[in-house]
Structure formats: C-alpha cells, structure tokens
T-cell receptor, first 112, second 115 residues
Framework: DQQVKQNSPSLSVQEGRISILNCDYT??????FLWYKKYPAEGPTFLIS?????DKNEDGRFTVFLNKSAKHLSLHIVPSQPGDSAVYFC???????????FGQGTRLTINP | DTAVSQTPKYLVTQMGNDKSIKCEQN?????MYWYKQDSKKFLKIMFS???????INETVPNRFSPKSPDKAHLNLHINSLELGDSAVYFC??????????????FGEGSWLTVV
C-alpha cells in the first residue's frame, strides 16, 4: 500500500522554464512533507519542506504547494537549471509514526 | 566533513555470507535510521534508533540486525545473505524522533550486490 505516490517517473523541461513535480498521498494523518533531491551514486539531499498548517513555502527558486483537501503537493522550480537534473523524492511524515514515507521518485531532466 | 558517513560504499558478496555496513553521524542527532532502496527505487524505512534504543522495526527479516553502540553510530549486520538483499542501503539521522517536522539527513548509500 503506497501511501505517497509520484505518478510521473520522469519529466523533461527546457532550461529557464518552470519544472513542476507532483506528489499525492493517501494518509490524512500526514502533517509534514518534504522534497529530497538525489544525484546518481549519492544519498538523497533535503531540499524543502512544508508543514500541514501552511499551503505554500518558498526558498529561492523552489516553492512547495500543499493542497490538503486534494492530498496533493507539488514542487515548482523556476527557472530550471541544468544542475537541477536529478531524481526528486516526495516524502511525508506524521508525528505518531515517527518516520518518513517516500514516493518512488521523479527523474527530472533539464535540457539546455 | 561528511555529516552522515557509511562504509563500505560498494559491496559484492556471495549468497550465504554475513556482512556489515557501518554508519556514523557527526551532527549530534539523537535518532538514526536505516532505509533500503530496492530495485523498484522505493525508499523504505527498515529501522530507527533513538539514543541507542530501537523505536522502529519495519517487519525486516531477523537476518538483519542493527546495532547502535552509541547515538552517533548505527551499524547494520546482515546474516545469510540472499539474492533479494541486493539493494542500496541508506543510513540517515535526524535531531530527534519525537515530532514530525524533523528533517532527515542521509548518507551516500551502500550498494550491496549478492551473487
């Protein structure tokens, strides 16, 4: 039972345009959401997070949007840069479970 | 200085062998984890320890035994390795496990191949 889903295994975007990565979840108890970025042969690196009390969090070129009623979050990267090419994982947690549940990742490729 | 470091990075071994992966964090965190990324690329938690005490064991076979000698170290020992154990194992740590809102920091991963 996959509680966090990233339905797009891959996404290709032109440099300078906006990249939008999507994530859906099923567990209404999740109250904290994170995005991680992973390069080949490296561990996931924390990118940005959002608490369920907010609907938007921005950090430079990265913005995460949370729609609790739809159980959906998205990561916007603008403008996209070649160094953004990586696999992006969405993750969620709830206080009771004390663990992160990850989606299966979306491979983002930024084309020059 | 790597915040979460794990060794070895690559390990190829035969079925039936016993092997260990070591992990250390220098972030002063109380909680450490082992995650497994399987062939389908899902990242799933295996264990977590808080101040050397096991708090999560996610129905992992008994052949996997984590050991935490102190809160900065969490080693993973695997007995009688099977082909299906081939995966990437990530060690991670966070400040504590008491609330959500904790960011988890990952090591670079250990690529285990069982032949």
């Amino acid at each position: 039972d996959q509680q966090v889903k990233q339905n797009s295994p891959s996404l290709s975007v032109q440099e300078g345009r906006i990249s939008i990565l999507n994530c859906d979840y099923t567990n209404s108890m999740f109250d904290y959401f994170l995005w991680y970025k992973k390069y080949p042969a490296e561990g996931p690196t924390f990118l940005i997070s959002i608490s369920s009390i907010k609907d938007k969090n921005e950090d430079g070129r990265f913005t995460v949007f949370l729609n609790k009623s739809a159980k959906h979050l998205s990561l916007h990267i603008v403008p996209s840069q070649p160094g953004d090419s990586a696999v992006y994982f969405c993750a969620a947690s709830d206080q009771g479970a004390q663990k992160l549940v990850f989606g299966q990742g979306t491979r983002l490729t930024i084309n020059p | 200085d790597t915040a979460v470091s794990q060794t070895p990075k690559y390990l190829v071994t035969q079925m039936g062998n016993d092997k260990s992966i070591k992990c250390e964090q220098n972030l002063g965190h109380d909680t450490m984890y082992w995650y497994k990324q399987d062939s389908k690329k899902f990242l799933k938690i295996m264990f977590s320890y808080n101040n050397k005490e096991l708090i999560i064991n996610e129905t992992v076979p008994n052949r996997f035994s984590p050991k935490s000698p102190d809160k900065a170290h969490l080693n993973l020992h695997i007995n009688s390795l099977e082909l299906g154990d081939s995966a990437v194992y990530f060690c991670a740590s966070s400040r504590n496990s008491q609330s959500s809102g904790n960011t988890i920091y990952f090591g670079e991963g250990s690529w285990l191949t069982v032949v």
